[in-house]
């Protein structure tokens, strides 16, 4: 009898133990998940604040592009409109540009004559250069070449306004001879005789 009360005690101690060690891994298991649910939370946090802080780069951003492309479109081809949309493909963000013209979408290198791609292309350029923040000097070779001459003085009236709102110092070199009349400032480059090159300035 006294042997199977200490068999008893055994075995009671034993569970006793038993139920000590799994209340201690279930306290350890309930500290665990709300050390979890709180790193959880804290990530669902961050990615919220990552994901609204980068819709708001890209809203400004769109409004910077589609501003200064805009105000160029207006200068030269009024009744375009140019649009950048976002899209995530592969949780990667690309962006996309087009032309409307009365409600119909189109690329912007499609043909449409008169040189509208020329002009997006140094709207864009202006852009970049913008966003770079490098010198305040853009050098420009030929830059109406495929523009229409009818649309060539609105081209470079466009030039000048958005150089100037940008703080932009323009050089373009050219062999036209209206870009050349319309400039603040000229250089005239020649060979002489001996094919070294003379510079004249008006």
């Known amino acids: 009898m006294v042997e199977t009360l200490s068999n008893l005690r055994t075995t009671v101690n034993r569970a006793i133990g038993k139920r000590d060690h799994h209340e ?9 998940l709300q050390d979890s649910t ?11 604040l990552v994901q609204s802080t980068a819709k708001e780069t890209q809203d ?7 501003s200064i492309v805009q105000e160029a479109l207006d200068a ?3 009744g375009y409109l140019f649009r950048v949309d976002y899209e995530t493909k592969r949780d990667r963000t690309e ?3 087009y032309i409307e013209q ?3 979408k189109f690329s912007p290198l499609e043909d449409n004559g008169g040189g509208l791609a020329d002009v997006l292309a140094f709207a864009l350029r202006l852009v970049a250069w913008s966003l770079g923040k490098t010198d ?13 001459r009818a649309y060539r003085p609105m081209m470079m009236e466009m030039l000048s306004g958005l150089s100037s709102q940008l703080g932009l110092q323009t050089i373009i070199v050219t062999h036209d001879s209206e870009i050349v009349d319309m400039a603040d400032r000229i250089f005239r480059v020649t060979k002489d005789q001996n094919g070294r090159a003379k510079v004249v300035v008006k």
Do not use: C, T
């Not at 201690?24 to 665990?32: I, P």
């Not at 709180?38 to 919220?48: F, I, N, P």
């Open 136 to 148: 305040n000097v853009l050098i420009l070779d030929e830059p109406a070449k495929a523009v229409s």
């Open 24 to 32: 201690a891994e279930l306290a350890k298991a309930k500290y665990d």
């Open 60 to 66: 400004q951003l769109k409004f910077r592009i589609e």
């Open 95 to 97: 962006a996309s540009i």
């Open 38 to 48: 709180a790193l959880l939370q804290a990530r669902e946090k961050v990615v919220a």
């Open 76 to 78: 030269v081809f009024p």
């Open 102 to 104: 009365d409600g119909e």
